[in-house]
């Protein structure tokens, strides 16, 4: 278990996992009628796939920590991806729907897009293969002039 492991893709993703959840706990709408909604009053098949993106993204954060072999973590990361770029067509969804009637849009469905975006980039980095060339550069010695 090493904090070394860890790169820069996986840090995006877990920071992307804690925005999208922390979106369903701060004001999401406000309206005449309903008043105040969270993320949670707002429930739907929107927040579900964000949740279910933001669980990819503790997975392959928690996958890279833990593991010792790279197969854990690159499925992981794999599995991440596709479910980032759900969740940041969920999130736009969450942005432009008006539930119950709301007439305002607070900080939730906007921290959850900005969540959804960087587990979909720390996700897409994290596969980023970043190996050295096995083989050095070419540098062709130059023809002689004739």
Same mark, same amino acid.
């Given at each position: 278990?090493?904090?070394?492991?860890?790169?820069?893709?996986?840090?995006?993703?877990?920071?992307?996992?804690?925005?999208?959840?922390?979106?369903?706990?701060?004001?999401?709408?406000?309206?005449?009628?309903?008043?105040?909604?969270?993320?949670?009053?707002?429930?739907?098949?929107? !927040?579900?796939?964000? &949740? /279910?993106? *933001? %669980? +990819?993204?503790?997975? $392959?954060?928690?996958?890279?920590?833990?593991? #010792?072999?790279?197969?854990?973590?690159?499925?992981?990361?794999?599995?991440?991806?596709?479910?980032?770029?759900?969740?940041?067509?969920?999130?736009?969804?969450?942005?432009?729907?008006?539930?119950?009637?709301?007439?305002?849009?607070? !900080?939730?469905?906007? &921290? /959850?897009? *900005? %969540? +959804?975006?960087?587990? $979909?980039?720390?996700?897409?980095?994290?596969? #980023?293969?970043?190996?050295?060339?096995?083989?050095?550069?070419?540098?062709?010695?130059?023809?002689?002039?004739?």
């Amino acid at each position: 278990m090493s904090i070394r492991t860890v790169r820069s893709g996986e840090l995006l993703a877990f920071a992307g996992a804690v925005c999208a959840i922390v979106s369903l706990f701060v004001a999401a709408y406000e309206g005449p009628a309903a008043g105040t909604l969270d993320g949670w009053d707002t429930f739907g098949p929107a !927040a579900a796939l964000l &949740l /279910a993106a *933001a %669980g +990819a993204a503790l997975w $392959l954060f928690l996958a890279t920590l833990t593991e #010792r072999g790279t197969a854990l973590p690159v499925a992981a990361a794999v599995w991440c991806l596709p479910l980032g770029l759900i969740a940041v067509v969920a999130a736009l969804v969450r942005l432009l729907e008006r539930p119950d009637h709301a007439t305002r849009v607070c !900080a939730g469905p906007w &921290l /959850a897009l *900005a %969540g +959804a975006l960087a587990i $979909l980039i720390g996700s897409w980095q994290s596969i #980023r293969d970043e190996r050295r060339s096995v083989y050095p550069p070419a540098s062709p010695s130059p023809r002689p002039r004739p």
